[in-house]
């Protein structure tokens, strides 16, 4: 009877279909069509005919330089936060490995030899050798819970969404460490040009100096003039130490991204290079494409589904649980007749667990399903918000710098031809040292600017390609590579 039980139930195992709990459904969100801040354009007319790139284009190539490419592609295989983002990649995968056993069978061997002696109640009549003797047994067993009601399913779909989950935020970190490799590589680059112009101006102030010097001693200047010149060639000067910190500073943390001791990199960074070239004028797409390619909103769909399928799981305690289990084995009194005919024993049977007498504690359990389901409902929608409003202040930000920069490049260059005209002005006797020493305090000023400037709109650029997560190579670090530099 027991088997013809148990053979009806797995039947209508089978046949059944049904999980309880809700489905998970993508939230809507409304997103407008297009980004407001979408008209990244430079000022002049000839660089915004120029062939829009496509967010999702090899941004490293746009940018135009080797170095940097090599440190992006060393920093997404051996940086040590991508490591960490790694192993929860692993550890979620193993834990959705482990829930999908749960819908197979578990099956167990057991084997025990045992010396016995019964006690003279349990064996009357019996000598104290007679009650001495031996048990064998040895057997396998099964046990299958029949998912009638989707528990197990739920398990294995909050499992497979966590896994998703993971992914995402190892592909959140990667965009995260490309981009802060690629903005600090610009800073570095940017306080170099600014310490070279510095150092240039220090050096036109230092031939200021000596003319006015010169005058002094030839009885022809004034003591009042070669104190202005040297205070504006000191503070100058002063300006050099506090840029070659911070271009150290930067070195120290792209050797740090890229899984090295802080000083690594300071001979292969300390030759000066140009600043990466602005990419051609970016175009974002749609909001609909960003909310596709962000892996952060992805993770945070991915958790939605986990947590409306936990909801699920907890809602199969209202339902009985069945299982189904059996054993065959052997069991004798001697080893050689562990095995034979007479020895046989089998065991098949129909479990059920109905946790209805514990009701309330079933339905407080599916209560904190569904309030943490709303919680990531929440999360869900603040994180499109986030990444709508993240891209809308990269686009902005972008197109002002860009503006911005070609007018502190004309600054720049009238500056330095101002400084020019007032030295060889001053040199032929014609206008005053304060006319020079004016000059040459607004070039440094319009050039030093310039060079931030510059760098403000590289980095601007990366700040836009890192909001639209675009751009960026994804790799899985390699372990073998990691632990070579342990």
Known sequence: MVSRLAITVLAAALLSACAVGPDHVRPHMAVPERFGGAVTAPADASASAATPAAFDDAFLDGLGDAQLAQLVDEALHANHDLRIALSRVDRANALLRNARLDALPTVTAQGEAADVRSSAD???GLSREQRDGEQWN???SAA???DLFGRVRRSIEAG????????ADLRAVQVAVAGEVARTYVELRGTQE?????????DNQQRTFDLVQARLDAGAGTEFDTARARAQLETTAARIPALDAQQRVAMHRLAVLTGRDPAALVAALSPQQALPALPPRIDPGAPGELLRARPDVAAAEARLHAATARIGVATADLFPRFTLGGLI???????DALFERDSETRIVALGIDWSFLDIGRVRARIAAANAEAEGELAGYQQTVLLALEDAENALVRHARARTEDAHLERAA????QAAQLARARFEAGASALLDVLDAERVQLQAQDAFADGRTRSVSSAVALYKSLAGGWPQVVPERER?????
């Open 138 to 140: 040895a057997g396998i």
């Open 329 to 335: 084995g052997s069991q004798a009194i001697d080893a």
């Open 160 to 167: 497979r969404a966590g896994a998703g989950a993971s992914t």
């Open 122 to 124: 349990q064996a009357p």
């Open 482 to 486: 990691i632990a070579g530099r342990r």
């Open 194 to 202: 600014r310490l070279r112009v510095a150092r240039a101006n220090r």
């Open 144 to 146: 299958w819970e029949l």
């Open 413 to 416: 260059i009238d500056a330095e």
